[in-house]
């Protein structure tokens, strides 16, 4: 079983920065891939970035690609997102999620354990 707490999240002005933190607790944390989420009011949630399970292998979509970073400390036990050049269509609730699986998994059912989220709101 793992937990995850997601934080970092908040008000910014356009073009500014936001760190989320996602801490975990569990024995298969280092073990499983992981995935930042966001939902929108009235969209679907989608996957914005994963990475493997030791880190060495990421994935963004192309809405995020060269602004968003995604990291992991499995010493830690934490997983980062670094989003710079944030546009007002960034806004939304962001969700920390871990699967299973050590490789990069890109289908919502294939995560199985969710943070309660943390919002994040750009501003123009």
């Known amino acids: 079983q793992v937990q995850l707490v997601e934080s970092g999240g908040g008000l910014v002005q356009a073009g500014g920065s936001l760190r989320l933190s996602c801490a975990a607790s569990?024995?298969?944390?280092?073990?499983?891939?992981m995935g930042w989420f966001r939902q929108a009011p009235g969209k679907e949630r989608e996957l914005v970035t994963a990475?493997?399970?030791?880190?060495?292998?990421?994935y963004y979509a192309e809405a995020v690609k060269g602004r968003f970073t995604m990291s992991r400390d499995n010493a830690q036990n934490t997983a980062y997102l670094q989003m710079n050049s944030l546009k007002p269509e960034d806004t939304a609730s962001y969700y920390c999620?871990?699967?299973?699986?050590?490789?990069?998994?890109?289908?919502?059912?294939?995560?199985?354990?969710w943070g309660q989220g943390t919002q994040v709101t750009v501003s123009s």
């Open positions: 999620a871990a699967t299973k699986y050590g490789n990069i998994q890109f289908q919502r059912s294939l995560y199985d354990y």
């Open positions: 569990g024995r298969t944390f280092n073990h499983g891939s």
């Open positions: 990475i493997n399970w030791n880190g060495g292998t990421t």
